[in-house]
């Protein structure tokens, strides 16, 4: 068998997500699956490197699949973006060795979030970017970022549950450009929980805005309890830049 | 009366465009004109400085209205923003002596146009940009772009009918950025014939594609026949940037 790594760009504002629903197809998986199983004749389904959620983008989500169809890679690449809707891009199509597990052999991942901080939104920016106008303190935030960059142990900073597996993770690069009335955020990691950025972001904005101490920080990193982080900011300024192997 | 000047950015994806169609709301001018109504108590009409197509979006419109209501700045525009779908904005309210008139007064307009210049397409440049995939040749592109600045009867460049009004504008800039995969095009001028900037640019990709020599730019100039230029590219491409006064 054939095992192919696509490298994925979709604007997640129509879908439910990534992961397929049951026979829904208002799922990227489901979507791309789709036109995959008609492309080789055959049921085919789809290992992405992990889930996004509703209204969620990527600018370079990775999958895999196994098939014996003969197709040449560019014939893949022309079929799958001409029957795909146009808001899922494949940028990339390329033969991987069989053991290549898309989810698995990930060791990290790289998320942008974006802030419109102006009094007024953006008619352009809306799906792609949470609108919070509040004057934020970049200091502030700066040294709050220095304090998550690490490795720390982030379920207070997730929505999981209590688990039995580890949710200890290292945050190698957490940084804000600012860009015109545009802050950029940028997240690296060897792996995220679910939720994390948002509710780290969430944190960030309440210690920026004045309403959270930042020592705040080291009580969730100790204390362990969900409660005492941030809001969840919404999925659509979210962004899977790049998956690590 | 007061005379408000609005300086309007809107995403023209879902809308057949700016001009008010009988009591059609899928304009943007029926949108803005349906929220002054509600907010005045009194059916009131904007004058937008001119039109654009449907698809085509503005980042810098200006419309103006009379009104005697007696509703300060600032809560017009929290009124308007409330009010008027997400992809309609209003960035600025300003009271404006009484015989501005928007389109009358307008003495420029600043235009941009976008090309995706790449094999694949993207998921979040779609509605934003028209998808090119042949290879340009700058040189000659910049060299035509000359050709084209300075005052000009542009009515070959035009699907205006013949008219008895003048057809001679002046182009002030007209120049091509290259930011990674995407060419941004800039048009200034004193004023734009209807769908000018979408055939001057069909123009330059047949030129730098190489199917048009650059001399027919003197042709156009000479016989006037729209026939001779190039196609007309997609609205969802252009954005009126700035209308200057």
Partial sequence: MRNIKLTIEYDGTRYSGWQRLGDSDKTIQGKIENILTQMTGTKTE??????????????????????????????????????????????????????????????????????????????????????????????????????????????????????????TRTIDELSIQKEGDMLHFTFVGNGFLYKMVRIIMGTLLEIGSGTMDIETIDEIFERKVRSDAGMTVPSQGLFLDEVYY
């Fill in 46 to 167: 789809i290992i992405g490197s992990g889930r996004t959620d509703a209204g969620t983008h990527a600018r370079g989500q990775i999958a895999n699949f196994k098939t014996s169809a003969a197709t040449s890679l560019p014939e893949m690449l022309e079929f799958l973006n001409r029957y795909l809707p146009r808001d899922i891009v494949i940028k990339k199509v390329e033969e991987v060795p069989e053991r290549f597990h898309a989810r698995y052999n990930a060791t990290g991942k790289k998320y942008s979030y974006y802030i419109w901080n102006a009094g007024v939104p953006s008619a352009f920016e809306r799906n792609y970017s949470f609108h919070y106008s509040d004057e934020l303190d970049f200091e502030l935030m700066n040294a709050a970022c220095l304090k998550l960059i690490g490795t720390h142990d982030f379920i207070g900073f997730s929505s999981l549950k209590k688990t039995k597996k580890s949710t």
